[in-house]
């Protein structure tokens, strides 16, 4: 039947190997960009005494996340963080053997992306890392929250008859800049450890890390079964097309 439809044994798994190769590039250059436009809003913001502003800070990592959907969404599913693609992976939405690969994806283009800003900016500070202004176990509890609300955003939006890329980006990329709006003065509103990683590596800031790696995880598990929960019908028995990575 494979043989059939799409060629020799060797054929198919060579375009499995292009498809997810293609995947995991998508993944890098979303969180790439992701991590340059955000994090590169607040170093310019520092630099420019203050001419993006908090508001303009936040629409901006709202405004990217909604871009690479719509841009990344068809290749990759546009997860652009590894909180989410557990989150997915918990709910059955994506193949287990994909999950380490698509982190060090993201990872990987949120550390190159930090990178290049400490290049182009060497006096740059923080260069975007995430630091609390709380006690680190309020910031853990923040960041769990603002998490849960954002994946059971995404799995809520990505199910059924929403599952449309207009309605997911404006969706998701709304909350993000909700979120970045009101919490980030307080914790940085990260919900994305490979958005806090590249940050904290470039300037050394590691002390609260694993805040940002724990808290978003957390929020992105719990997500899944609240989402079951609270939903008459499964909003994650239908895999979504795009995150079926088997």
């Given at each position: 039947?494979?043989?059939?439809?799409?060629?020799?044994?060797?054929?198919?798994?060579?375009?499995?190997?292009?498809?997810?190769?293609?995947?995991?590039?998508?993944?890098?250059?979303?969180?790439?960009?992701?991590?340059?436009?955000?994090?590169?809003?607040?170093?310019?913001n520092d630099f420019s005494a203050g001419a993006i502003g908090h508001v303009g800070i936040a629409l901006?990592?709202?405004?990217?996340?909604?871009?690479?959907?719509?841009?990344?969404?068809?290749?990759?599913?546009?997860?652009?963080?590894?909180?989410?693609?557990?989150?997915?992976?918990?709910?059955?939405?994506?193949?287990?053997?994909?999950?380490?690969?698509?982190?060090?994806?993201?990872?990987?283009?949120?550390?190159?992306?930090?990178?290049?800003?400490?290049?182009?900016?060497?006096?740059?500070?923080?260069?975007?890392?995430?630091?609390?202004?709380?006690?680190?176990?309020?910031?853990?509890?923040?960041?769990?929250?603002?998490?849960?609300?954002?994946?059971?955003?995404?799995?809520?939006?990505?199910?059924?008859?929403?599952?449309?890329?207009?309605?997911?980006?404006?969706?998701?990329?709304?909350?993000?800049?909700?979120?970045?709006?009101?919490?980030?003065?307080?914790?940085?509103?990260?919900?994305?450890?490979?958005?806090?990683?590249?940050?904290?590596?470039?300037?050394?800031?590691?002390?609260?890390?694993?805040?940002?790696?724990?808290?978003?995880?957390?929020?992105?598990?719990?997500?899944?079964?609240?989402?079951?929960?609270?939903?008459?019908?499964?909003?994650?028995?239908?895999?979504?097309?795009?995150?079926?990575?088997?």
């Amino acid at each position: 039947m494979i043989r059939k439809r799409f060629g020799t044994e060797k054929q198919v798994l060579g375009l499995m190997k292009n498809s997810m190769s293609k995947s995991l590039t998508a993944e890098f250059f979303g969180t790439f960009s992701l991590v340059f436009a955000g994090t590169g809003a607040i170093v310019v913001n520092d630099f420019s005494a203050g001419a993006i502003g908090h508001v303009g800070i936040a629409l901006t990592f709202g405004l990217i996340v909604m871009a690479m959907i719509y841009c990344l969404g068809d290749i990759s599913g546009a997860h652009l963080n590894p909180a989410v693609t557990l989150g997915f992976w918990l709910a059955g939405r994506f193949g287990g053997k994909n999950v380490i690969p698509y982190i060090l994806a993201q990872c990987g283009g949120g550390l190159f992306a930090s990178g290049l800003l400490r290049g182009m900016f060497p006096d740059g500070g923080s260069y975007g890392a995430t630091i609390p202004e709380i006690s680190a176990g309020s910031a853990l509890i923040f960041e769990f929250i603002l998490t849960l609300i954002l994946m059971m955003t995404i799995l809520s939006v990505t199910t059924g008859a929403k599952e449309e890329g207009v309605t997911a980006a404006l969706a998701i990329g709304g909350v993000v800049a909700l979120e970045a709006m009101f919490a980030g003065p307080i914790t940085g509103a990260s919900m994305n450890p490979a958005r806090s990683l590249g940050p904290a590596l470039v300037s050394g800031q590691l002390g609260d890390l694993w805040v940002y790696i724990l808290g978003p995880i957390l929020g992105a598990f719990v997500a899944f079964p609240l989402c079951r929960f609270s939903r008459d019908s499964d909003c994650c028995s239908g895999c979504h097309a795009v995150n079926r990575q088997s």
